[in-house]
């Protein structure tokens, strides 16, 4: 059968003369499948968050037009696109899914919930005063989408928020990343939300981290290799800085790894974007970018 569209759910409504079929992330990639014709594939939408298999049919498909990622990071894809194909992201997909869970992680570690939970467990009525996000100065480094939808959630809070980009905006009060040496001193909570880019890569590392005061929250809802992870492990199995992690570097973490008992450290394996709020939003977008393609009008969120 020939289809001019792989899209990872069966129910997107098509646009009229445009058909698809289902390759969902599972199994082995169609183009091994002799009832698949690949040949007139022109819209590819990858399946979220199945691994790296699907997108080896990206360079597979001879009339590929389209490539949708539903991620809003697509740095590792851009190689894989051949010239002349564009690539379109999710953003805007996550914000809501990601913000909801940085700031559950730093609830979780002011309130020291972690704690909570373990005393429940074992029936124990121990009490103590804790830390509050509200008065908390905050430095939100990556103030894109997400970085926006985080600041509200945390201005509802009454928070302090100091916004950071990798180039400074004084008209938007935002600081440009070559600040932080000087901003990281003043932070009670720092919260990356960032791609993985040469000039991302090990923001954080040694200095950057003893710059931050004592007990400072290290929060990562972007990518792991945002910060060296062996600086971080040393901070904070001697107590002095404490972490709440949706990311890391290496990923998944090795189960012996040392952060996964430092105190002071909170850790969720790379699901914040993936909340339920995330699908519907998702379809919404899909079956948009598919009735512009078919229509001949510039998709949304294009890239590359």
């Known amino acids: 059968m020939t289809e001019r569209a792989i899209l990872p759910w069966s129910d997107i409504e098509l646009p ?40 080896k049919l990206i360079g597979r498909l001879p009339s590929l037009k389209l490539v949708q990622s539903l991620s809003a990071g697509v740095e590792k894809l851009l190689p894989l696109v051949p010239p002349g194909v564009k690539l379109a992201n999710g953003r805007g997909l996550h914000d809501l899914s990601v913000a909801e869970h940085a700031l559950a992680l730093i609830h979780a570690s002011q309130r020291d919930l972690p704690r909570w939970f373990t005393q429940q467990a074992t029936g124990s009525w121990v009490r103590e005063h804790t830390r509050s996000l509200a008065d908390s100065r905050v430095l939100l480094v990556g103030y894109g989408s997400i970085g926006k939808a985080i600041e509200r959630q945390l201005l509802a809070a009454e928070a302090v928020v100091t916004r950071v980009a990798s180039t400074a905006r004084p008209a938007e009060r ?50 792991g290799s945002a910060i060296d992870t062996a600086a971080l ?16 570097d290496p990923e998944p973490l090795p189960p012996d790894h040392p952060l996964w008992t430092a105190p002071g450290v909170v850790i969720t394996p790379h699901i914040a974007g993936g909340s ?10 899909v079956a948009e970018q598919l009735r512009r393609y078919a229509a001949g009008e510039e998709p949304l969120n294009v890239v590359g």
Do not use: C, M, Q
Not at 192 to 215: C, K, Q, V
């Open 16 to 55: 009229e003369g445009l058909s698809a079929r289902l390759y969902d992330g599972t199994g082995p990639l169609p183009d091994g499948d002799p009832g698949w014709d690949l040949s007139a594939v022109e819209v590819y939408v990858l399946p979220y968050d199945t691994g790296a298999e699907p997108t």
């Open 174 to 223: 935002v600081h440009g990343a070559v600040e932080l040496a000087e901003l990281l001193p003043t932070a009670d909570i720092v919260v990356l939300i960032l791609p993985e880019t040469p000039a991302t890569t090990g923001l954080l590392g040694t200095a950057e981290l003893a710059a931050l005061p004592d007990g400072a929250l290290v929060v990562n809802v972007g990518r």
């Open 233 to 248: 492990t040393a901070e904070a199995v001697a107590g002095r800085l404490r972490a709440a992690l949706d990311v890391v």
């Open 276 to 285: 339920a709020s995330f699908y519907p939003r998702a379809k919404r977008l």
